[in-house]
């Protein structure tokens, strides 16, 4: 930093500045939009559905057109308060696991979890009862008819009759890491729900007509292991070790996978008769689905292990028979979806016909395959994309979905259209500059959209089939946070580095902004390539991390520079071979720098860069691979070395793997760079990027005899759940230390809520 720097009067925070960067995390900017977040929980046959707003539950149908309470919140309070002997408020109802169908029981009825019991509640009846129907507990998987649970047992996966007179073991044959159901041990998950009280998570399907299941195994047997040290276990006794399987890019040995198929009634087990798949990542086993009213079929989606495969498969639940239907293969990664983790785009139709989302034209549309595989159709085309398949009709041969790339100022805003399966009838349902994040039931009929703005809370409708209004839902605005000092970001268009290409982000100003003041900017940042960060809707960019930060005098931006998802192939292809850019920090730079131009108040001499995981990566990549404009990082639990971390993002999102692009993804090969302030945060028991990625950082910025602060926080793991409001404040400590130049004050952040409430 030049002598300059804070030439004008620095800001000085208050414990009152610090309280109210407090309220703008989440949950609690959450709890001051009320209605914010309409998420439906879709009741039997879709026909309806039910959702939480504050502390009310409301059902709807959107076939009558109405919206009412799902019981009497006030009786239910009070008869709960008599059958519990204990004190309940309608406003606060300490209720979970709710569940609106009941079998055999008339529609006002509600069973849901409170005091450690199990409570049915009817309107007409008026009383609150215990009952001892046994409710799945975390980690189980109640059958569509809810006769059956199921659940893991050392490892096998058992079923139990929901009346509690049944239980049997389903397979009898599971190993040490050769079983059923489970997650791959280095996608990190054992930490989290061990510091989280819960069991591992079952990920089993069953099949509509609930008689059968549908689960794979999981072989980590010849993986090596890793082993963790927890420090200072709870009960104060001796270091205590945390072993797992964790592969790396370019071992021989990974996780391989092969489905089962579970008969309750027979007991019988069909195994798949393929070879069983390389497993590199967990959506290659959350891509799967029964097909058919009763589950004639399974289908399934499988990548190669680059990913520059992929393949539809057919599984044959009473033979084990697989067949190839679809298999499309590229020079990079072919994608079943815009962003990794959304619900896969494809459609096996009655006909045998499927409908196929695909990038091969550049961008991501729809196709249709013919039942015998000999002819392709293109359903949707143009310089834009499919974001999500909503509903399939197959009678009317219809698609609804949400597409991307129709308003011209922004290739992000999602819409909703129609078309039919030959590509006629094209229609914007919507025709707005919101963005629409809309759902539907698996059968159709209506949509629920929720559509907003970066500065406008989502106001959320039922839809028809016309796009015609069915029932308002809720329409809330965002006047209580602004009564605490929150303002809306500013949507930005701007263009990357290359002098041509236009990139999006957000930028939020400071909280009580004086335009004569020149602010200090952080560059809030998660360089995907999987996602984009700074969508255009309200809540899209790291929902309050941004405007904590805003809170404290900083003026704060997120960009989404080329190499990272939701637009064109060949925007994200940026980022093949090159994830050493970070979702090109040069576009970060370029972006800021045009900001600066804009908007004189913002200094761009003091720059400062935070981010999580992937974002801690690219925290520490900007401190060393762009010294000259970045001086001031906080990274958090960063995969520094890509070389020794999980195998996909080298495998499946740069490519080769050998000495050379081991090299040009490890930040310690850049230590000797640093030259501003770097503060370094890592959890011992981070079973995803093992704290060896930050320690190796530090020994190479320590050969280098390079000055950096490390914060190592004992027994938590890769989300940092347990200390989250310890390594907040920490964070922004740091940056009002060395961007403003003022000592922080002594406010202290309350322990984040867990989310162990309903939903988790």
Not at 461 to 484: C, K, M, N, T
Not at 487 to 492: G, H, N
Not at 587 to 614: K, M, N, Q
Request: charged share 25%; glycine share 10%.
């Amino acid at each position: 930093m030049t002598p300059n720097h804070y030439a004008e009067p620095a800001i000085r925070l208050t414990n009152a500045d610090y309280a109210r960067a407090e309220i703008m995390q989440d949950p609690y900017r959450a709890r001051r939009v009320p209605g914010g977040s309409v998420q439906p929980r879709w009741l039997s046959g879709g026909r309806r559905f039910w959702y939480r707003v504050g502390a009310r539950h409301v059902v709807v149908d959107p076939v009558e057109g109405t919206r009412h309470d799902a019981f009497d919140h006030d009786r239910l309070a009070a008869a709960l308060s008599v059958a519990a002997g204990r004190a309940v408020a309608a406003d606060d109802l300490p209720i979970t696991s709710i569940d609106l169908d009941v079998p055999e029981h008339e529609a006002w009825t509600v069973r849901f979890s409170a005091f450690e019991s199990r409570w049915e509640w009817s309107d007409s009846a008026g009383s609150c009862a215990r009952v001892d129907y046994a409710e799945p507990l975390p980690g189980e998987v109640a059958s569509p008819d809810k006769a059956w649970i199921a659940f893991r047992r050392d490892g096998d996966i058992v079923v139990r009759s929901r009346d509690g007179a049944q239980e049997f073991a389903l397979t009898e044959d599971a190993e040490p890491h050769f079983d059923y159901g489970g997650l791959p041990e280095a996608l990190g998950m054992r930490a989290l729900m061990r510091n989280l009280g819960l069991p591992a998570p079952l990920v089993v399907s069953w099949s509509p007509d609930s008689t059968r299941l549908l689960v794979h195994r999981l072989d980590q047997r010849d993986l090596p292991e890793q082993v963790l040290v927890e420090s200072a276990p709870r009960d104060g006794g001796r270091p205590v070790e945390h072993r797992s399987r964790y592969p790396m890019p370019g071992d021989a040995a990974q996780a391989t996978m092969e489905w089962a198929v579970l008969d309750v009634t027979t007991r019988d087990v069909v195994r798949q008769q393929d070879e069983p798949c390389v497993i590199v990542h967990p959506a290659g086993i959350a891509y799967q689905w029964w097909s058919g009213e009763k589950g004639d079929a399974v289908h399934f989606l499988r990548h190669s292990r680059d990913a520059r495969t992929l393949e539809l498969r057919r599984l044959d639940p009473a033979t084990g028979e697989v067949t190839t239907l679809i298999s499309e293969s590229g020079a990079t990664r072919i994608d079943p979806t815009p962003q990794l983790g959304e619900p896969a785009m494809v459609h096996v139709l009655d006909s045998g016909e499927i409908l196929w989302w695909s990038q091969r034209d550049g961008w991501g549309h729809l196709y249709l395959y013919s039942a015998d595989g000999e002819h392709v159709a293109q359903v949707t085309s143009g310089q834009w994309l499919v974001r999500k398949v909503l509903w399939v009709d197959q009678e009317a041969r219809q698609v609804w979905f949400l597409a991307s790339g129709l308003v011209e100022h922004d290739p992000y805003v999602r819409q909703i259209c129609r078309v039919g399966f030959d590509g006629t009838g094209f229609t914007r349902l919507t025709d707005d500059d919101l963005d629409h994040d809309a759902v539907s039931p698996a059968e159709g009929g209506y949509l629920v959209d929720r559509a907003s703005t970066v500065s406008a809370p989502p106001r959320s409708v039922v839809l028809g089939g016309d796009g015609q209004v069915l029932v308002e839902l809720e329409a809330p605005d965002a006047g209580r946070l602004e009564s605490v000092g929150w303002r809306p970001p500013e949507r930005f268009r701007t263009t990357a580095a290359d002098g041509k290409t236009s990139i999006h982000g957000l930028l939020w100003r400071p909280h009580g902004f004086d335009p004569d003041h020149r602010y200090p900017v952080i560059d809030c940042i998660y360089p995907g390539p999987q996602v984009h960060r700074s969508g255009p809707a309200f809540d899209s960019a790291v929902p309050g991390e941004a405007e904590a930060l805003a809170a404290l005098g900083f003026a704060v931006v997120a960009v989404d520079g080329r190499g990272t998802a939701g637009r064109g192939k060949a925007f994200h292809d940026h980022s093949y071979g090159a994830l050493d850019e970070a979702g090109s920090l040069v576009d970060h730079i370029a972006a800021i720098r045009e900001l600066g131009h804009r908007h004189p108040w913002l200094d761009t001499e003091r720059v400062g860069i935070t981010g999580h995981s992937g974002g801690g990566f690219a925290t520490a990549r900007a401190m060393l691979a762009h010294p000259e404009f970045y001086s001031v990082g906080v990274a958090l639990a960063g995969n520094h070395d890509m070389g020794v971390y999980v195998p996909m993002w080298p495998e499946q999102y740069h490519g080769e793997i050998n000495d050379e692009s081991k090299r040009a993804l490890s930040n310690p090969a850049l230590a000797a760079n640093l030259q501003g302030k770097l503060l370094l945060i890592h959890g011992e028991l981070d079973d995803n990027v093992l704290p060896a990625h930050t320690l190796r950082l530090v020994d190479a910025l320590i050969e280098a005899d390079k000055d950096v602060d490390v914060l190592l926080i004992p027994g938590d793991e890769h989300a940092l759940l347990r200390r989250k409001h310890y390594v907040t404040r920490r964070t922004w400590d740091y940056f009002v230390r060395h961007l403003h130049g003022t000592e922080p004050p002594a406010h202290r952040l309350a322990p984040h809520p867990l989310p162990l409430g309903e939903g988790f």
